[in-house]
């Protein structure tokens, strides 16, 4: 197949060597294009988003990806090729690139993201009508989503339980190891450069309080991989819903996910790995609670997204509850901008924004409030607000989550309401996670810390901080608002279940 041939390897996500059958299928030719094209869709600076970033990312993410693409080009380097970086409308610039190189096979990772979805079908077509091959491995997930739903009779299985039993054992990782990669050929008019700063993109560099400790790439995430793989008795014990939310100076999960979201990290390796620590201790954890389990919530958030039209919204998404969410702008940005007046809600918000990363129950607390338990705020709003500030930002696990919480689908519980003054007490009555996430509190006496509010003047004083000027008064009652919500939810439930009976699959056939 080497024959004087050309391929192009189009990097988005899937940013390694390892594991990477795209490249594997790349690298079967004389010369080897690797790409990655700056798409301003995610990139282009927005003066006017309400942190510093994109309108559809923040900064720590777009950092994160620059350091992955320097790293993912440091190892093409030594493998004698290097990544060529190209910035505009991925599908004009990819066909120009085709036509320029003379291209006769096109390589890139299968996407389920409606955004690539759209974007793949452009570029398609170009290289289906000018004779170039196409080849489009499913790489990012486990599984491939297409079998599972194939195997389901067309639909995405909805409980996890029975996801397991469809999906079996997932793909294994491919173990090549390259010693060295075809070069790369003349690169003509097109205008390659290197891996651009964060200055180039026209970002300042902000002055930040604190910044994400996550630096992005294969190496790094290899490198922490490695680190979490060592401490078998802490894999084999792995608990999900046992973890401490408000752990920050050694978290208690293996924020692997924002290396899994860019695919600096092969989930299947990393499953991989989970099974060698089994093999040496018989005694572990399962699935849903294991961390084995939590790399099939991923692909079944997956599966479920990909098969569900208008997955990402409430209206015409038949697994999604109706809900009359109200728009309250204030709610809303009272819990952006971590002004709520409750400590526990607003030190998550402050840490989403500096680290772009939280733990698990910590989100899980934000978004219950935002939604059902609190605020009564349409879930897809408070989306929107993770979707551009986690560095882990996903579309399928995004999405999956917020209906998850917001008692929208897959979970229906609605009468169970985290409290944003006791759950996070429990973890920790010090209030450390506060004190670190919202300096103004650092001196409340603990039995104040979770309700400052309730604190006596005095303490306030010496505390150096008076509730109403130096930190908000809570925007709601809990005991109240929380009532409100498990009325609304149970009336919205009701009338959903008599929407249903009403229109039934024969009504909707009939009508059809
Ligand atoms: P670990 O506990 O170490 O788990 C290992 C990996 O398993 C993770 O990296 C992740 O890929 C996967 N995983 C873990 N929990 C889940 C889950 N509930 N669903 C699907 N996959 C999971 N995760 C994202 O990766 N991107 C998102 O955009 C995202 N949005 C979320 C929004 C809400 C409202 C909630 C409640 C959760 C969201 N999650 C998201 C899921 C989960 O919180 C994170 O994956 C996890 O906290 C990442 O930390 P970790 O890598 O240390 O996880």
């Not at 070069?183 to 964060?198: A, K, M, T």
């Not at 290899?222 to 752990?247: H, I, Q, T, Y």
Request: aromatic share 12%.
């Amino acid at each position: 197949t080497s024959s004087g041939s050309s391929s192009l390897l189009w990097f988005r996500k899937g940013l390694r060597i390892h594991d990477n059958p795209a490249l594997e299928l790349a690298s079967q030719s004389s010369h080897l294009y690797p790409v990655f094209v700056i798409d301003p869709h995610f990139m282009k600076p927005d003066p006017n988003a309400t942190s510093p970033g994109s309108s559809r990312a923040g900064l720590n993410r777009i950092k994160f990806l620059l350091h992955s693409l320097v790293d993912l080009d440091c190892n093409l380097k030594k493998l004698g090729s290097r990544l060529l970086v190209l910035q505009g409308d991925p599908a004009q610039v990819l066909i120009q690139c085709l036509k320029e190189w003379n291209v006769k096979r096109l390589c890139f990772e299968f996407d389920t993201e409606p955004y690539y979805q759209a974007l793949d079908i452009k570029v398609k077509n170009f290289a289906l009508a000018s004779g170039i091959e196409i080849c489009s491995p499913v790489s990012h997930t486990l599984f491939n989503p297409t079998d599972i739903i194939k195997k389901n009779g067309g639909k995405p299985p909805l409980s996890y339980q029975s996801f397991i039993k469809l999906a079996g054992q997932p793909i294994p990782p491919l173990s090549t190891m390259h010693s060295s990669l075809p070069p790369v050929g003349h690169l003509g008019n097109c205008d390659v450069s290197e891996v651009p700063s964060i200055k180039d993109l026209g970002y300042e560099d902000a002055e930040q309080d604190e910044f994400s400790p996550f630096k992005g790439g294969e190496s790094e995430a290899l490198k922490r991989l490695a680190e979490c793989m060592k401490d078998k008795a802490w894999v084999a014990n792995f608990e999900k819903p046992k973890g401490n939310p408000s752990a920050f100076l050694r978290p208690a999960t293996t924020i692997l996910s924002p290396y899994l979201k860019f695919g600096c990290l092969s989930s299947r390796y990393f499953y991989q790995q989970i099974e060698d620590v089994y093999k040496t201790m018989p005694k572990h954890t399962s699935p849903p609670i294991s961390l084995l389990g939590q790399l099939l919530w991923r692909d079944f958030f997956y599966t479920a997204a990909f098969g569900t039209p208008n997955f990402d919204r409430m209206k015409g998404n038949r697994i999604c509850k109706q809900i009359p969410w109200n728009d309250d702008d204030k709610l809303m940005e009272a819990w952006r901008e971590a002004r709520t007046g409750f400590p526990w809600i607003d030190a998550i918000m402050v840490q989403l924004r500096q680290w772009g990363w939280m733990h698990h129950l910590a989100r899980h607390s934000v978004a219950c409030f935002l939604t059902r338990g609190d605020l009564f705020v349409h879930w897809e709003k408070g989306r929107d607000v993770f979707e551009r500030l986690l560095i882990d930002s996903d579309w399928a696990i995004n999405n999956g989550n917020w209906l998850w919480l917001s008692c929208s689908s897959f979970f229906y519980q609605y009468n169970r309401i985290y409290s944003p003054i006791t759950f996070g007490k429990k973890h920790d009555p010090n209030g450390d996670y506060i004190r670190h996430f919202l300096p103004v509190l650092k001196d409340m006496p603990k039995e104040y810390i979770y309700e400052p509010w309730t604190a006596p003047l005095t303490i306030q004083t010496k505390a150096k901080c008076i509730i109403g000027k130096d930190y908000p008064m809570p925007v709601v009652s809990h005991d109240s608002a929380s009532k409100e919500c498990r009325r609304k939810m149970g009336e919205a439930y009701a009338l959903n279940k008599k929407l249903n009976g009403l229109v039934s699959e024969d009504d909707l056939k009939s009508l059809r």
